[in-house]
Every structure is written in structure tokens, then in C-alpha cells.
């Protein structure tokens, strides 16, 4: 399984009715028995240590990055992606290709939008976006409990970490599952007012662990959404 066609594959999956039980995920259900989730992984914690009054810090292993809240998010050499109508931006190596398609999610026709780069045999960059189906679960945490689940029966892989994390001001969650071929699937997801967004870094071990990948992940930031009449300035 290539790559983009992984990435492309669970964006269709998580959103098409044929494929995506909605009524188990997303529709509130009291007389359904709920499944079990999938326990939470995360790193070891790094030892503690005691600094002395005249040691200095260390400097920041990720420096081109901020991480914290609403603070701005450079890539020196990397492209700003800003779609117009998308409400993001985020740093890619290059220009991404755009794709957009129609999939439905139960009584719904939704267009997903999909930004693609994908560099060299090790890995792909992909960020997509589409609305959420208008009997989705009001609950955010169930919605992206529930996705995670998805992604990872579909793949049939393994949960290797779970966190939460921070696009700004926005909650996500982060995850990375590992396939029965090798491949390792790291993804933020996000959910911003109707919208479902998945921000992607897929490919082997070291390519998805990279510094690059881990500035791509954190450049994410969710903006207002631009009309083409203010994109191009009439």
C-alpha cells in the first residue's frame, strides 16, 4: 500500500456513510453497548533533574519552532500554505498539490479537500479538511475517540502513542499507528465549528520521528477563512 493511497484511504474512510458505521460512532445510542477504547500510550516521562543556581539552559532542540498557544509558527525555507476557504496555515517543503473530491457520509454529500506533498520515497505530508455530517456526535472527545478507533481497525494496526495537543488556542489529539507492512501513520486531528481537519505525516520510522515532520505537525494554526475577493485583494 503506497503511501498517498493510505493517506487518502482513511480521509475516505473516516467520512463515507458505505464504509463509516455512523450510527455505532457518531449517533448518541443509550441501548448500544459501547466499545472498548483503545488504552492510551505515550512516551516514558524524561528523568528529573535539579539545576543548579549557575548552570545555563539548554538550548532548544526544535528552534525554528514556538509550540505554546497563539504565538506565531515559522519554517525558515518552507512554504506557508494558506487555501483560501481552507481556515488554516501550516508549513509544507513545497507547494502541495490540492485534490477535492465528493464522498457521502450517510444522508450527507461532503467534499473533502486534501493538500498533498510528498517529497521522496519515505514519506508524505497531507493536511484535509471537510464538514462534519449534521448527526455527528455534539461531543468532541467521542468524535475523535471515535475516529482514532476507525483509523485504526481500518489499517488493522497497532496504537503506538496517543496524546492530546494544541493548534494555538484549539485541542486536538494526536495519534501514530504502525501497519502490518512497517509504514508508521502519525496524525493531529482537529475539529474546528463543523469541520473535521487532519493534519498527516506517513511513511517509515525515521521519516515520521523527523525533525521536519515534528515542525510540520506544530506549524498547524487555524485562522479566519479568507473569500477569493479577499485572497486576491478586490
Do not use: C
Amino acid at each position: 500500500m503506497s503511501k498517498y493511497f493510505l493517506v487518502l484511504t482513511l480521509g475516505v474512510t473516516l467520512l463515507m456513510g458505505a464504509q463509516f458505521p455512523y450510527n455505532r460512532y457518531y449517533r448518541p445510542n443509550s441501548n448500544q453497548t459501547q466499545r472498548r477504547p483503545v488504552p492510551l500510550r505515550t512516551a516514558p516521562k524524561a528523568p528529573t533533574t535539579t539545576k543548579r543556581p549557575d548552570q545555563k539552559s539548554a538550548p532548544s532542540s526544535s528552534p525554528l519552532v514556538t509550540q505554546g498557544g497563539s504565538q506565531p509558527v515559522d519554517i525558515p525555507d518552507w512554504t506557508k500554505v494558506t487555501p483560501v476557504g481552507g481556515g488554516f496555515a501550516v508549513f509544507m517543503p513545497e507547494e502541495p498539490a490540492e485534490k477535492k473530491q465528493k464522498v457521502t457520509a450517510g444522508n450527507d454529500q461532503i467534499e473533502l479537500t486534501q493538500y498533498v506533498v510528498s517529497p521522496d520515497d519515505h514519506g508524505a505530508y497531507v493536511v484535509m479538511y471537510s464538514k462534519l455530517p449534521r448527526d455527528r456526535n455534539p461531543n468532541d472527545e467521542i468524535v475523535l475517540r471515535s475516529a482514532r478507533q476507525r483509523v485504526v481497525d481500518r489499517l488493522g494496526g497497532e496504537l503506538i502513542n496517543e496524546s492530546d495537543v494544541m493548534a494555538g488556542d484549539h485541542s486536538g489529539r494526536e495519534i501514530q499507528v504502525k501497519t502490518p507492512g512497517g509504514s508508521i501513520l502519525r496524525e493531529r486531528m482537529f475539529i474546528n465549528g463543523d469541520r473535521f481537519y487532519q493534519v498527516i505525516a506517513a511513511g517509515s520510522r525515521d521519516f515520521v520521528s523527523s525533525t521536519e515532520v515534528g515542525q510540520y505537525l506544530r506549524s498547524f494554526r487555524f485562522q479566519r477563512t479568507k473569500t477569493e475577493d479577499e485572497d486576491t485583494g478586490k
